[in-house]
């Protein structure tokens, strides 16, 4: 039972905090010593008050000794987490258990990487993840199929690069996102780089805000493309010029977020100037940390239930920020939210700083190998000044090329397999890792991504617009589908009396101008049928568009009805591959 100390309005709880640095809840002795069988979201909120999980260091070097049985229950379930570290589903997914094994999540803020960062990746890949990495939607990289007995090692190596995992889980701000091309993007706004890297520093590892209710996530940008997705993050900075001033500030959206209840960052009406927009960060962290009432039910914890069960708007939420940071912010300006086009700054491009471009590769899946990674750093250093950048799109960029040499670097990055380009799919397809490693997956996405890619290629080749399709293998939507033309949402489905891998199929998502998420069409298909399935929908966008319409808007303008019946599959039963 927890003691409330006073309330807010609208929903908001304030409950006392404890002697030590961020505890924000207090637990009254009588009742933890009570036989009370606890719920999921009491017994985390106990562990987490109990020990601070980034004091496990020791522990964590312990269980490397005496192997992986030696590991307490409530660190590898829980505390775990806080330093990067999940443990690795046995390929089946929900459907299966644990492996032995680990997943390690880097915490890379804004994609910001050197060459030699990069290298140091490739090896410890090549050492203990069986030579492969993934890049994430969050501009994170992850390994899997570490043992406990690696992970002292993992860390180490990590640190001594300037590289961590800390925070990367847990019930802690993630990873924060910015444009990867911050600072030499010709067309940005501001480069908001700075204020990114601070809030990074103000947070991550900070015991204040080691124990938030649940995981928190930010995204700060100054490119008017909006890449770092404003729109679906806990807190969304986006560059803005205020009309009669010239000054550059911030536009602050509060509460996005996907998974099973998605919903829209809320603009808050102010203007962030650059001087507060540390505060204003630190001021939104302290009122999720604060509210009991988020901390009540895991899976009702997120920043965006105060807008969706608690009766919060942008108003109230302002109020509660002015009283927290202790000034007033400015009434907020006018803005252009961007068309939803892509947002991964693939290809060639001229920097500002005159003679030098950037180079962004579409990695299909964000999947590479440690040649891969190892090419992507020798590139760095040798055409450019090392700096690698990594992107939500789940893509990779290399900056300061001097513009005479891209041709060069074109011809020796097609020679090893990184594209500069790509089609349609290619560019625009996303996956989440799937059952392949992930416990909470229903359907694997990684292989199936590459599939359907290749599938779709070959069937629909003069495709020449825009498309995003994005797969998640559960509802949680690791994957985003809720923000795709096509998302397709990870399911089973009976075939000839076999269970196989399905997708439940959403249409029309998008962000920018015209946000919404993807509708539901009530469609579930075989893994099997989805290429021929969503070639003939294509086809059918390709001779029915309108002059200058997008598929996102085509699907708009037709009812569920009958986009589902274009998605009825014309054959079912043929094998799709496994994970690769």
């Given at each position: 039972?927890?003691?409330?100390?006073?309330?807010?309005?609208?929903?908001?709880?304030?409950?006392?905090s404890?002697?030590?640095?961020?505890e924000?809840?207090r637990?009254?002795?009588?009742?933890?010593?009570?036989?009370?069988?606890?719920?999921?979201?009491?017994?985390?909120?106990?562990?987490?008050l109990?020990?601070?999980?980034?004091?496990?260091?020791?522990?964590?070097?312990r269980?490397?000794?005496?192997g992986?049985?030696?590991?307490?229950?409530?660190?590898?379930?829980?505390?775990?987490?806080?330093?990067?570290?999940?443990?690795?589903?046995?390929?089946r997914?929900?459907?299966?258990?644990?492996a032995?094994?680990?997943?390690?999540?880097?915490?890379?803020?804004?994609?910001?990487?050197?060459?030699?960062?990069?290298?140091?990746?490739?090896?410890?890949?090549?050492?203990?993840?069986?030579?492969?990495?993934?890049v994430?939607?969050?501009?994170?990289?992850?390994?899997?199929?570490?043992?406990?007995?690696?992970?002292?090692?993992?860390?180490?190596?990590?640190?001594?690069?300037?590289?961590?995992?800390?925070?990367?889980?847990?019930?802690?701000t993630?990873?924060?996102?910015?444009?990867?091309?911050?600072?030499?993007?010709?067309?940005?706004?501001?480069?908001?780089?700075?204020?990114?890297?601070?809030?990074?520093?103000?947070?991550?590892?900070n015991?204040?805000?080691?124990?938030?209710?649940?995981?928190y996530?930010?995204?700060?940008?100054?490119?008017?493309?909006?890449?770092?997705?404003?729109?679906?993050?806990?807190?969304?900075?986006?560059?803005?010029?205020?009309?009669?001033?010239?000054?550059?500030?911030?536009?602050?959206?509060?509460?996005?977020?996907?998974?099973t209840h998605?919903?829209?960052?809320?603009?808050?009406?102010?203007?962030?100037?650059?001087?507060?927009?540390?505060?204003?960060?630190?001021?939104?962290?302290?009122?999720?940390?604060d509210?009991?009432?988020?901390?009540?039910?895991?899976?009702?914890?997120?920043?965006?239930?105060?807008?969706?069960?608690?009766?919060?708007?942008?108003?109230?939420?302002?109020?509660?920020?002015?009283?927290?940071?202790?000034?007033?912010?400015?009434?907020?300006?006018?803005?252009?939210p961007?068309?939803?086009?892509?947002?991964?700054?693939?290809?060639?491009?001229?920097?500002?700083?005159?003679?030098?471009?950037?180079?962004?590769?579409?990695?299909?899946?964000?999947?590479?190998?440690?040649?891969?990674?190892?090419?992507?750093?020798?590139?760095?250093?040798?055409?450019?000044?090392?700096?690698?950048?990594?992107?939500?799109?789940?893509?990779?960029?290399?900056?300061?090329?001097?513009?005479?040499?891209?041709?060069?670097?074109?011809?020796?990055?097609?020679?090893?397999?990184?594209?500069?380009?790509?089609?349609?799919?290619?560019?625009?397809?996303?996956?989440?890792?799937?059952?392949?490693?992930?416990?909470?997956?229903?359907?694997?996405?990684?292989?199936?991504?590459?599939?359907?890619?290749?599938?779709?290629?070959e069937?629909?080749?003069?495709?020449?617009?825009?498309?995003?399709?994005h797969?998640?293998?559960?509802?949680?939507?690791?994957?985003?589908?809720w923000?795709?033309?096509?998302?397709?949402?990870?399911?089973?489905?009976?075939?000839?009396?076999?269970?196989?891998?399905?997708?439940?199929?959403?249409?029309?998502?998008?962000?920018?101008?015209?946000?919404?998420?993807?509708?539901?069409?009530?469609?579930?298909?075989?893994?099997?049928?989805?290429?021929?399935t969503?070639?003939?929908?294509?086809?059918i966008?390709?001779?029915?568009?309108r002059i200058?319409?997008?598929?996102?808007?085509?699907?708009?303008?037709?009812?569920?009805?009958?986009?589902k019946?274009?998605?009825?599959?014309?054959r079912?039963?043929?094998?799709?591959?496994?994970?690769?």
């Amino acid at each position: 039972m927890l003691q409330r100390a006073t309330s807010r309005p609208q929903g908001h709880l304030h409950w006392r905090s404890g002697a030590a640095a961020g505890e924000v809840w207090r637990l009254r002795r009588d009742v933890m010593d009570a036989p009370v069988k606890e719920t999921t979201a009491q017994k985390a909120e106990r562990l987490k008050l109990e020990r601070n999980p980034w004091a496990i260091l020791p522990d964590i070097v312990r269980y490397a000794r005496h192997g992986f049985d030696s590991i307490a229950p409530d660190d590898l379930n829980l505390r775990f987490r806080w330093w990067g570290l999940y443990t690795q589903g046995d390929g089946r997914g929900a459907l299966g258990g644990a492996a032995p094994f680990f997943m390690a999540r880097i915490r890379i803020p804004n994609g910001f990487l050197f060459a030699h960062q990069v290298r140091t990746i490739a090896d410890l890949a090549e050492r203990y993840a069986r030579g492969v990495a993934d890049v994430t939607v969050r501009q994170n990289v992850q390994l899997h199929w570490l043992r406990i007995e690696d992970v002292p090692d993992v860390l180490y190596t990590l640190w001594r690069a300037g590289l961590t995992t800390i925070g990367a889980c847990g019930d802690v701000t993630r990873n924060l996102v910015g444009c990867p091309l911050a600072g030499v993007d010709r067309e940005e706004i501001c480069d908001a780089s700075p204020i990114l890297l601070q809030a990074n520093r103000m947070l991550a590892g900070n015991p204040e805000f080691s124990n938030l209710p649940r995981k928190y996530k930010i995204g700060i940008t100054g490119c008017r493309r909006w890449c770092s997705s404003p729109e679906i993050n806990d807190i969304g900075l986006t560059g803005i010029a205020h009309p009669a001033t010239g000054e550059i500030g911030f536009s602050a959206r509060v509460g996005g977020g996907l998974s099973t209840h998605p919903h829209f960052g809320v603009r808050l009406p102010a203007f962030v100037r650059w001087s507060q927009a540390l505060a204003v960060v630190r001021g939104i962290t302290e009122i999720f940390r604060d509210s009991g009432v988020l901390r009540e039910h895991r899976d009702r914890a997120r920043l965006k239930y105060l807008f969706v069960g608690h009766g919060w708007t942008a108003e109230t939420f302002l109020e509660e920020l002015t009283r927290r940071i202790g000034f007033a912010l400015d009434p907020d300006v006018p803005e252009t939210p961007p068309p939803d086009v892509y947002r991964d700054h693939v290809g060639i491009h001229a920097q500002k700083q005159d003679g030098l471009c950037s180079a962004g590769f579409a990695i299909l899946r964000g999947r590479m190998t440690v040649q891969d990674i190892r090419t992507v750093a020798d590139l760095a250093d040798r055409y450019g000044d090392g700096s690698v950048r990594l992107t939500t799109m789940q893509n990779v960029v290399i900056l300061n090329i001097a513009a005479a040499r891209t041709p060069a670097l074109a011809q020796e990055a097609a020679g090893a397999g990184l594209r500069l380009e790509g089609s349609p799919f290619w560019r625009g397809t996303i996956a989440c890792t799937g059952s392949e490693f992930c416990k909470l997956a229903v359907a694997e996405t990684k292989g199936f991504a590459r599939w359907l890619v290749e599938a779709l290629e070959e069937r629909v080749p003069d495709f020449d617009t825009n498309l995003k399709i994005h797969i998640a293998g559960c509802p949680n939507d690791c994957g985003q589908h809720w923000i795709a033309d096509v998302g397709l949402q990870g399911a089973k489905a009976k075939v000839n009396g076999q269970m196989v891998d399905a997708y439940d199929v959403f249409l029309g998502g998008g962000l920018g101008a015209e946000p919404q998420f993807a509708r539901r069409v009530s469609v579930r298909l075989a893994a099997a049928d989805v290429p021929d399935t969503l070639a003939r929908l294509l086809r059918i966008y390709l001779d029915g568009r309108r002059i200058g319409e997008s598929f996102h808007a085509f699907c708009r303008r037709h009812t569920d009805a009958e986009l589902k019946a274009h998605l009825q599959p014309a054959r079912v039963g043929a094998e799709a591959p496994g994970a690769a």
